[in-house]
């Protein structure tokens, strides 16, 4: 435009210009994303600037973004009514000045580190623009010049442009960016296309995004007026004998014809519902927010939305899902994405940003600090210790909501009125008893928190406190103890907690090894899981109380008295002695040692594991991965 001048491009930005507009990246929608981020950025920006002086919004009222296509001009425009920049501002912030991200999006870009869409981490979002318009024009308006700036480059071009607009002060303040589309992205120019990369792009920013849109609209075509119309209708009413012509002619539907006519829609009328108040928001909102987290279709088991607040503040909705994720049911935990949504000031960071440890992958939710810089690569954000701090907290927080759901309440059902039968007996009904929904989900991702207890130490006790057990007293398909159930529930003189790995729960109930622990009403739990052998390593114990394999030597039972149980085990083991020498001598060394026991029952015999030794569990568990 006249009476502007030119300006180069710093080397550093004019390389990454040209490796972002010939890369072969194909997806270019990150530009409006880019876009959208920059403005709401910007809105920000004068918000905070107006809490201090509310005059600096007379500039313009609304703070909003506006976004309209032009499909005969071939051109995209993006509006907001943010802080505008000054005729400096735009000479510095696009183009003249490195940005320290240049050169490490460059480097990453050429290492095959970054792909084209993360341009925005590197704080370089902006260029983005170039993969998809030939010419870009910056028009924008800042409270600190008075007057309204044009910047203006054309792809390619180791230069811009920046003078004053033509136009004059058409803003009041704020940015409009004009993109003039390139042949091969005209799909831009489809408001479908637009609605949809707009609702996904803002559905959490908190300033208001409308996108104009073209409306025909029928409308009372006008009559022709010529000079002589009043005339001619005069005329023809004086020509009209009959008076039901007349009537007739007043019916007649008008004269319809097509109007353009222009429309906004707000697009993202539900943002940022972590930073609302919990108690304003229904449970229903919250399942309508899991939906757009998940992209799943049914509703979460469960969820918490806090505020964490220290040195380190951020807000954050964690959801525990129903279903479980795929690679979680095809055994695959290491395949499961993380699930979290990181955001900075609403700006989204990264949708599967890793924030939770892998055993915790199939939570998902939102984050969004105000305390993470926006301009660093993510792999930078990612062993920040802010991120560190964020990480440890999420997690006491996850294994919180976990042990919400276990300890929520379930309503019973209202008693119903006993129906009686003819001669007046109430009927028993077969009511299935209510599943707590706990149990419901500990089914599906009891696993996921065994691995907790293998991979996590810090959380141990609490993640142990969350298991659940099918045991020789639990009945049915959903009745399942705890281990602090167990506890409660042991004998006065017990002090370990027994359990019994195994296949699956026939073989176990109707092992040899239970008979001891059914005569004295012991209860055992009972461990079919592949994992249980790994944790219960890992862990040991649990509130004092040591696991005891029961497969293993060494189970004693301190029910009675020590010293008669010794000389009791002394006169058996010497009346034995020739059998044991015998059948020591006859399994040779297939076996350890051969021993008198009193923890049989029923049965004669039983070949155990040395305590220390390997399970038969556990090698039964080895051969089958072994093939
Ligand atoms: P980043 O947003 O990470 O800073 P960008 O390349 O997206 O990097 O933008 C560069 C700079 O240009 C921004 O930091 C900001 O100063 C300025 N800018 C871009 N878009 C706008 C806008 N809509 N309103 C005001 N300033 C803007
Ligand atoms: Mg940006």
Redesign the pocket.
């Known amino acids: 435009p006249a009476g502007s001048s030119s300006f180069e491009y710093e080397a550093e930005v004019h390389k990454m210009l040209d490796i972002v507009v010939n890369s072969l990246y194909t997806n270019k929608d990150v530009f409006l994303r880019?876009?959208i981020?920059?403005?709401s950025?910007?809105l920000d920006k004068i918000r905070f600037m107006s809490v201090t002086k509310p005059e600096l919004l007379d500039t313009k009222k609304e703070l909003e973004v506006r976004i309209e296509y032009d499909d005969e001009a071939k051109t995209l425009t993006i509006r907001?009514s943010?802080?505008?920049?000054t005729k400096d501002?735009l000479i510095k912030?696009?183009g003249t000045v490195a940005?320290s991200?240049t050169t490490n999006f460059v480097k990453a870009l050429g290492e095959g580190a970054a792909d084209v869409s993360m341009i925005?981490m590197f704080?370089?979002?902006?260029?983005s623009t170039f993969l998809v318009a030939d010419r870009v024009t910056?028009a924008?308006k800042n409270n600190d010049d008075e007057t309204q700036h044009i910047w203006e480059s054309l792809n390619g071009e180791a230069s811009f442009h920046v003078g004053p607009d033509p136009r004059g002060n058409t803003l009041g303040r704020?940015?409009e960016?004009t993109l003039h589309l390139k042949e091969d992205a005209e799909e831009y120019l489809s408001p479908y296309k637009l609605k949809e990369m707009i609702r996904h792009y803002s559905e959490f920013v908190t300033h208001p995004v409308f996108l104009r849109e073209v409306k025909t609209i029928q409308v009372p075509k006008e009559k022709e007026e010529t000079a002589e119309s009043d005339e001619e209708k005069k005329d023809d009413i004086d020509d009209i004998e009959d008076v039901d012509e007349i009537e007739e002619e007043e019916e007649k539907e008008p004269e319809m014809e097509e109007v353009t006519t222009y429309e906004y829609e707000h697009i993202n009328t539900d943002p940022a519902i972590w930073a609302r108040d919990k108690d304003e928001i229904t449970d229903e909102e919250y399942q309508e927010f899991w939906k757009v987290v998940s992209k799943e279709g049914g509703d979460a088991a469960d969820w918490s939305h806090f505020n964490a607040e220290g040195n380190i503040n951020f807000k954050s909705i964690l959801y525990l899902p129903n279903e479980i994720p795929f690679a979680l049911a095809q055994g695959r935990p290491d395949e499961l994405r993380p699930g979290l949504r990181l955001y900075v000031r609403k700006v989204l960071i990264s949708d599967e940003f890793d924030l939770m440890p892998r055993y915790l992958n199939f939570i998902k939710g939102v984050v969004d600090s105000d305390d993470l810089p926006?301009?660093v690569n993510r792999e930078t954000l990612q062993e920040s210790k802010i991120i560190k701090i964020i990480k440890k907290k999420l997690v006491r927080k996850a294994i919180e909501t976990i042990r919400n759901l276990a300890n929520k309440k379930i309503e019973e059902d209202e008693p119903e009125e006993a129906e009686v039968d003819a001669d007046g007996n109430p009927v028993v009904k077969d009511k299935p008893a209510k599943v707590h929904p706990y149990i419901q989900w500990y089914k599906k991702f009891g696993l996921s928190l065994k691995m907790g207890c293998i991979d996590d130490s810090a959380n141990r006790d609490k993640l142990q406190k969350l298991l659940r057990f099918k045991s020789s007293k639990t009945k049915g398909e959903d009745e399942y103890v705890s281990l602090q159930e167990y506890v409660d529930r042991m004998k006065d003189w017990q002090k370990d907690i027994y359990v019994f790995p195994g296949e699956n729960m026939k073989t176990l109930e109707e092992s040899s090894f239970m008979d001891i622990f059914k005569e004295k009403d012991i209860e055992v739990l009972y461990l079919t899981e592949a994992i249980d052998e790994f944790w219960l390593g890992h862990s040991r114990e649990f509130d004092g109380k040591k696991y005891r394999d029961i497969t293993k030597e060494g189970i004693t039972f301190s029910d009675e008295d020590e010293d008669l149980a010794k000389r009791r085990n002394k006169v058996y083991t010497d009346k034995f002695k020739p059998l044991t020498k015998f059948l020591k001598k006859l399994f040779g060394s297939n076996v350890m040692k051969v021993s008198i026991s009193k923890r049989l029952g029923k049965a004669p015999a039983i070949v155990s594991a040395s305590e220390y030794g390997q399970s038969a569990n556990m090698d039964r568990l080895q051969r089958a991965q072994a093939y």
């Open positions: 880019e876009l981020s920059n403005a950025d910007a907001d943010g802080i505008g920049m501002d912030n696009l940005r991200g925005g704080g370089v979002g902006f260029y910056v924008s704020g940015t960016i926006l301009n």
